[in-house]
């Protein structure tokens, strides 16, 4: 449904809308927007809007300063929750350019641009489908966020699930961006939610991947509560992963490569090095899907998070699972991620785990056999496999050292990602927390 600018002008005067926000993600996955009176609209849409990218985080050096969003026409929506706040707003999501007109280095959705365009070279499409999942905490005294779940329900619960109106509230909110949702439930923890939406093309997904974490906020906020997308809020119980369902297609016929009905598996080959290519750069990664210092208090045993690098059908415990298909239908044949968290930047997570699928493609890396077996109690001298690095300094030791990554990151942003993280990791290491102190206080 490519627009023209003349088609969004008009659509824009006809909807009565009054600003427009311009929207684009800085290093780290935070949503940045502008916004400005809709007079404005004509002028941008013909040369793009001026912002001085020095104050983003990750962005750019104050030397380099000037950049320049050129709005993607087919993001164009209304923004639901301003409507009902009396404004009618439109948002679209931009790339970003330098001054002398190139795709800027560090723009996240560039870097995704350029991993399908890597793709397509080898005749792919990549379609992806994450799972986002979320709690919804109470605010505590003073209305700030706090870990206080705002319902006492588990898995697919009826009678305890206070968010059942919430939910539906957000699914409508989604489908004012364009966002099909497939299905919504409650999850296992308490105060825990998930809402899937439809499987589609990476670059669009992304989209509506940071679109859908704004909005659940949004949502959220409208019934005082705060949705967090933080992966390990609470201590001992689930945390929140983003699983992500990822095949590859024929760029020409649109038909899904990854079957094959001959294949126990259903898997054809090109699936399987995919598979193995996700495997081999997991730790490389696994500071892209999973950044941040919380980000390894869940994968840890125990939580149906992932911990070891396997892969296999049922086992939920594996890194990567190949969901089970349903007759007949081959073009939804697909392999789940379980490692990435939703804290992740979704641009990045998608190019980082296509460039690793499709290096596993071009090597014919070979993939081990499936494990079926629970990989949390299966007796550790039997069990053969490496594990995720278990923080996120050792995380960002194994990313400098993947080339495969840091290529498909290219400098600026892995120079900009290894600053900020470092940094966050550092702080982190050097706190001396609560644990510690009740721990060791009263005995040295
Ligand atoms: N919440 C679990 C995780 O951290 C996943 C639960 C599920 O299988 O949906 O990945
Ligand atoms: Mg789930």
């Known amino acids: 449904m490519a627009r023209t600018a003349q088609e969004i002008i008009a659509l824009a005067e006809e909807q009565g809308v009054e600003f427009v926000t311009l929207q684009f993600t800085d290093i780290v996955g935070m949503v940045k927007n502008i916004t400005f009176p809709v007079s404005q609209l004509p002028d941008c849409l013909d040369r793009g809007v001026w912002f001085d990218g020095s104050s983003i985080e990750g962005f750019a050096r104050i030397a380099e300063s000037d950049m320049y969003l050129a709005p993607d026409l087919d993001t164009y929506a209304l923004i639901p929750w301003d409507q009902g706040a009396g404004f009618t707003t439109a948002r679209m999501i931009c790339d970003v350019y ?3 007109g190139k795709p800027f280095a560090g723009d996240p959705r560039h870097i995704l641009k350029s991993a399908i365009a890597e793709a ?21 005294a003073n209305g700030n966020p706090a870990p206080i779940p705002h319902d006492a329900a588990g898995y697919f619960d009826v009678s305890t699930d206070q968010a ?6 957000m699914v409508r909110a989604l489908a004012a961006f364009g966002i099909r949702v497939e299905a919504l439930h409650h999850e296992v923890a308490i105060g825990q939610h998930e809402i899937d939406f439809t499987y589609g093309p990476a670059l669009q997904t992304a989209d509506q991947a940071v679109t859908l974490r ?10 005082s509560l705060y949705a967090t997308f933080m992966p390990k809020p609470i201590t001992g119980i689930n945390g929140s992963g983003m699983h992500v369902h990822q095949s590859l297609s024929n760029i020409q016929t649109g038909q899904n490569i990854f079957y094959d009905g001959q294949d126990p598996y259903g898997l054809s080959q090109e699936a399987r090095h995919f598979i193995a290519g996700l495997l081999a750069h997991a730790r490389g990664m696994i ?7 919380n980000s390894y208090k869940r994968l840890v045993p125990g939580y149906e998070a992932p911990v070891y690098l396997s892969w296999g059908r049922t086992n939920r415990s594996a890194l990567v699972r190949v969901p089970r298909i349903s007759a007949g239908r081959p073009q939804s044949t697909r392999v789940e991620l379980r490692c990435p968290d939703p804290a992740c930047n979704p641009y990045l997570a998608f190019a980082v785990m296509l460039m690793a699928g499709l290096d596993g493609i071009r090597n014919k890396l070979p993939l081990p056999d499936a494990a079926e077996e629970d990989l949390y109690h299966i007796n550790p001298s ?3 496999f490496e594990t995720l690095p278990g923080s996120l300094g050792e995380a960002l030791d194994d990313l400098r050292r ?20 470092s940094q966050e990791w550092d702080e982190y290491r050097i706190f001396v927390s609560q644990w510690e102190l009740d721990r060791y206080l009263p005995i040295f």
């Open 382 to 384: 039997k069990r053969q």
């Open 164 to 169: 059942t109106h919430i939910r539906r509230h």
């Open 402 to 421: 993947d080339e495969v990554i840091t290529t498909a990151l290219g400098a600026h942003v892995m120079d900009r990602f290894i600053e900020a993280k």
């Open 120 to 140: 397509a070279k080898m005749g792919y499409s990549y379609n992806v489908g994450p799972e986002l999942e979320f709690f919804l905490f109470k605010p505590d």
């Open 214 to 223: 704004v909005a659940l906020k949004a949502v959220a906020q409208q019934h």
């Open 98 to 100: 330098t001054p002398d």
């Open 287 to 293: 500071a892209i899907l999973a950044p941040l210092v």
